[in-house]
């Protein structure tokens, strides 16, 4: 409208409206910068806060309060700092417009009063296209303002978008749909497998083979991959080379939710999601009736533990319910496994907390369940009622057979089970570190043994 009412005079809004431009560009890049900052901080910030809530024991049996108090201080401070500078650049947008628009309102004014003196321009029409400059200063204002926010705005969708881009492994995406009921039968040839494609193989040329129903414990120092072993098992990782199959069949012939629902897996981290023992027991098997949520807490020798509480299976567990120990969570998560009366039962270690008794009770009512039965254990107690032993040592099979034909085999296995016979463990809860001293004891005599000769 400037131009139509006298171009001579609007040829200055060609010099600031550019320039204005340019600015504004260049504000939605740097805030845009700035603001992703302020996100990645305030990453840090909540990280620090989740990590100190949930491990707020560790905290203090480790005196470490004053220390992650000051950590939660300084990126408290530097969240403060980015944020600050970051709203300097917004605040000062507006100032910038007013200051380069009222520029261009004097040299209006200048042009007009020359204009107006050689009879090329009317008071009314510089009056009128100081009008629109105006305007043009505050619509470019409330434009900076909403650049501002689409800048903030992009940072946190950048952040939103990195997790919801990053890769899925592609089995997972498994949309296939088949109800073929697995008996247990399962079988490695010649697996290997590596995290992450690294070059460093946790599991090398693994071959071993499971009877449906039969059960089989897993032995080994940490880091020997006995973890990984399972998670194989339960399919969460795919092997890099090599070949499992369930029934006789490759393990991806199985539709992926299909196979999992046949499985009872606990992992060795203890996690219940919070709720009442019977929703926390039922989280693999939403439709289960109390009478089976009794039977699986019985065979996870629970049960008498539940009904002994005053609200029984409505017992709120969780931050705010009952504090279980951590022997009886253990039981609750082998109950919510069994619950689903899985085919093939996989235990991660998932009975260190028990004692010799009441782990034997539990390995005789598993057997009851029929399923082909896979136990981390450290405790040769265990292995001993199993049908079957995998030792594994560093990624490799060491030794397999019954325990009778470990002890006769392997001199590993054989000082495995004497230092827990002379500490008198079978009776006792046990942890992994006797084996891990026998473990490198054995070998550091070999490589002595070695070495002298
Ligand atoms: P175990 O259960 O016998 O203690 P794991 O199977 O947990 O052993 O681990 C075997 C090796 O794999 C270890 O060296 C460990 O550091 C490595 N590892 C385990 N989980 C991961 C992971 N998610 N990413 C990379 N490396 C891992």
């Given at each position: 409208m400037a131009f139509v009412i006298n171009w001579r005079i609007a040829i200055v809004l060609l010099v600031t409206v550019p320039i204005l431009f340019v600015f504004l560009v260049w504000l939605f890049v740097r805030a845009g910068r700035l603001f992703r900052g302020v996100q990645k901080q305030l990453d840090v910030l909540n990280g620090i806060v989740h990590e100190n809530l949930t491990a707020v024991r560790l905290v203090k049996a480790f005196v470490r309060r004053k220390f992650e108090g000051e950590r939660f201080q300084r990126a408290a401070e530097q969240l403060r700092d980015r944020t600050t500078f970051a709203f300097r650049y917004v605040e000062v947008t507006m100032p910038v417009i007013l200051l380069l628009m009222n520029i261009g309102i004097i040299g209006v004014l200048w042009l007009g009063n020359v204009n107006i003196n050689t009879g090329n321009a009317t008071t009314g029409e510089v009056v009128a296209i100081i009008n629109y400059s105006t305007r043009t200063a505050m619509a470019l204002g409330v434009f900076s303002m909403i650049i501002m926010n689409l800048s903030r705005a992009k940072a946190s969708s950048d952040r939103i978008f990195e997790v919801l881009e990053s890769k899925v492994d592609e089995f997972e995406n498994d949309k296939r749909v088949d109800d073929k009921a697995i008996v247990g039968d399962i079988r490695m040839a010649n697996v290997s497998f590596s995290y992450n494609s690294?070059?460093?193989?946790?599991?090398?040329n693994i071959d071993l083979s499971f009877e449906p129903k039969s059960s089989v414990a897993i032995l080994g120092a940490t880091g020997s991959g006995k973890t990984t072993l399972m998670q194989l098992i339960a399919r969460l990782y795919e092997p890099d080379d090599g070949q499992i199959y369930i029934d006789q069949s490759s393990i991806d012939t199985y539709p992926l939710k299909n196979y999992r629902e046949q499985i009872g897996y606990v992992p060795q981290a203890v996690t219940l999601l919070s709720g009442t023992i019977r929703d926390v027991v039922s989280f693999g098997h939403k439709h289960a009736d109390d009478e089976q949520i009794a039977k699986a807490l019985q065979a996870a020798q629970i049960y008498e533990t539940v009904i002994g509480l005053p609200e029984g299976l409505d017992t709120l567990i969780g931050q705010r319910g009952v504090n279980l120990s951590g022997g009886q969570k253990q039981r609750l998560t082998i109950a919510r496994a069994l619950l689903r009366k899985p085919s093939i039962l996989l235990l991660d270690d998932s009975t260190s907390a028990l004692d010799a008794t009441t782990e034997m009770n539990l390995l005789k009512a598993i057997e009851a369940y029929g399923c082909t039965t896979v136990i981390v254990t450290q405790k040769v107690s265990t292995t001993k009622a199993m049908d079957q032993v995998i030792l594994l040592n560093n990624g490799e099979i060491e030794s397999s057979g019954t325990h009778e034909d470990l002890l006769n085999r392997s001199a590993i296995y054989r000082e495995i089970y004497e230092s827990q016979h002379e500490r008198g463990i079978p009776n006792e809860k046990s942890n992994e570190s006797p084996i891990l001293l026998r473990l490198e004891k054995v070998k550091s005599d070999a490589r002595s043994k070695q070495a002298s000769r």
């Open positions: 690294s070059p460093n193989q946790v599991l090398r």
